[in-house]
């Protein structure tokens, strides 16, 4: 088993196996394809996600073992033991995971989504190392003092040993067995847990909790870079170059997370009624897409069909029935050109068929944030992501248009500028609503969830002001 360390000296072509602690990159100077590196990227993140999931169902240590060493064969991230193309993969393994360090730094979220998986991984490729690689690697890390502990003081302790022998992984400490001695703030868990002997400030502990200690020294020094990191992620979100690199890690970062908690959510369909899009006006609380939407078909009285589904999709999550639409629809069509024998020859059939009522007889839900900003508006067509397509002075007369107060319009605006389209429109949402002061920001997924969220802080504060006054 190899564990790279400072220098990629030796690759080690015989070992059995790979696990790197990353402390610094060791392929300075190397060129690697743009979409290559970002395919790799993205294959490891959506590995690490799964292992995520895995820790989120209280699954058994040996079970997380289990999910990452499939994610990892899953998603091409294992390292060969030998072979031509064994340098090439640990270029790739090294390459990603700093490249992701500095994408996920940005966020609590994104931090302790990263800390939790790729410690996970890494002790998953320790437990097929030996304990002779765990220890060198051990004695790299810094104020790390680890050593045998002598035969003669394991017979001094041995019964003192035997006593806390007992429970997960132990058993009676055999005449073979090897201890080490560290400092007991090392191995902080396992002294809480009793599993280790504590005598003048060492732990005594056994050769199979060498894994547990390298882990650990991994965690606290990937947190504290990622500390690091993020405070000079905006100045690189800004780099030409690299910026749209870490845009597009953060977005698919987001669109997992988001699935992920589609897959469990039990969010309620809104309580939008047909009678408030009467008038005008667009909707109070809206986000920026929809209102962008809302705002083209009063105005002209039509949208090409790919308005017509964003939008329609929008307010049947929000709450509109289907007989709410179709009568919705209807009436915006024939304030243009519209006669209503055509609109039900051309149009009613897809509204019913979002609501399940043609076709397969599949309800379609809202598009979430991520497939309307992959989405590209041709000629004539008012779809999409406005923090992506729009121009910065249209960007900031919208944004005005819609109540965002004047000193917030430069940050949201320079967030759309650096890709950061769905941080952007977080920031939207917390200047235009009462949010939680704990809140520092919001990134939003779904529009559905972003105006039901507003509507619902709005009532809050509407009866709030009832309560006070006299």
């Known amino acids: 088993m190899e564990v790279l360390r400072n220098r990629n000296v030796d690759v080690g072509l015989n070992s059995r196996g790979y696990a790197s602690v990353y402390k610094q990159f060791n392929f300075p100077g190397v060129d690697q394809d743009r979409e290559e590196l970002l395919t790799a990227s993205l294959e490891r993140l959506t590995a690490l996600k799964e292992i995520e999931e895995k ?14 060493r499939a994610a ?8 060969p033991s030998k072979g031509e193309g064994r340098l090439d993969q640990i270029f790739k393994d090294e390459s990603t995971h700093f490249l992701l360090r500095v994408s996920l730094a940005q966020t609590n979220e994104q ?32 104020d790390m003092s680890i050593e045998v502990v002598k035969r003669s003081e394991m017979v001094e302790l041995q019964v003192d040993l035997d006593a806390v022998a007992r429970g997960p992984r132990r058993g009676p400490v055999s005449a ?32 199979n909790y060498l894994i547990d200690i390298l882990v650990s020294q991994f965690r606290s020094s990937l947190s504290k870079s990622l500390a690091d990191v993020s405070k000079t992620s905006v100045f690189m979100a800004r780099h030409q170059s690299f910026g749209p690199l870490l845009a597009e890690i953060q977005n698919h970062f987001y669109a997992i997370a988001a699935e992920g908690r589609a897959k469990t959510s039990t969010f309620a369909r809104g309580d939008l009624k047909r009678a408030e899009l009467q008038s005008g ?43 709410e639409s179709l009568s919705f629809w209807r009436d915006e069509f024939q304030k243009g050109s519209v006669a209503s024998d055509r609109f039900d020859k051309q149009y009613a059939y897809s509204i019913r068929h979002t609501y399940g009522k043609e076709g397969r007889r ?35 007369q919208s944004l005005s248009a ?12 320079s967030l759309a500028k650096e890709n950061h389209y769905q941080l952007a429109c977080g920031r939207t949402f917390m200047a235009t609503n009462r949010t939680d002061p704990s809140e520092s920001s919001i990134v939003v997924t779904n529009p559905a969830e972003y105006f039901n969220r507003a509507r619902m802080l709005r009532r809050e504060e509407a009866t709030t002001a009832m309560d006070v006054d006299p």
Do not use: W
């Not at 990892?72 to 390292?79: P, Q």
């Not at 790729?118 to 320790?126: K, M, Q, W």
């Not at 309307?372 to 249209?394: A, L, Q």
């Open 55 to 68: 820790l989120g169902k209280d699954a058994k240590t040996e079970e997380v073992m289990e999910a990452a």
């Open 111 to 142: 931090r302790d989504f990263f800390l939790k998986a790729e410690s996970n991984l890494l002790a998953s490729r320790l437990s097929q190392a030996g304990s002779e690689a765990v220890l060198t690697v051990l004695k790299d890390f810094p």
């Open 72 to 79: 990892e064969l899953k998603h091409g991230l294992g390292v």
């Open 402 to 413: 819609i109540g965002v107060p004047a000193a917030e319009v430069a940050p949201i605006v």
């Open 362 to 396: 599949k309800e379609l839900s809202c598009y979430g944030c991520m497939k309307i900003i992959n989405t590209t508006p041709g000629p004539g067509e008012h779809h999409g992501c406005p923090y992506k397509e729009f121009s910065e002075p249209r960007l900031k």
């Open 176 to 207: 073979g067995s090897v201890f080490y001695k560290v400092a007991f703030n090392l191995v902080p868990f396992h002294v809480a847990a009793r599993r280790v002997l504590v005598r003048y400030g060492y732990a005594y502990v056994p050769e």
């Open 281 to 323: 006006d667009v909707p109070a609380g809206m986000p920026l897409c929809m209102a962008n939407l809302m705002k083209k078909l009063k105005d002209s009285h039509h949208l090409k069909h790919g308005g017509r589904m964003q939008l329609g999709l929008f307010l049947k999550s929000c709450g509109l029935t289907m007989e």
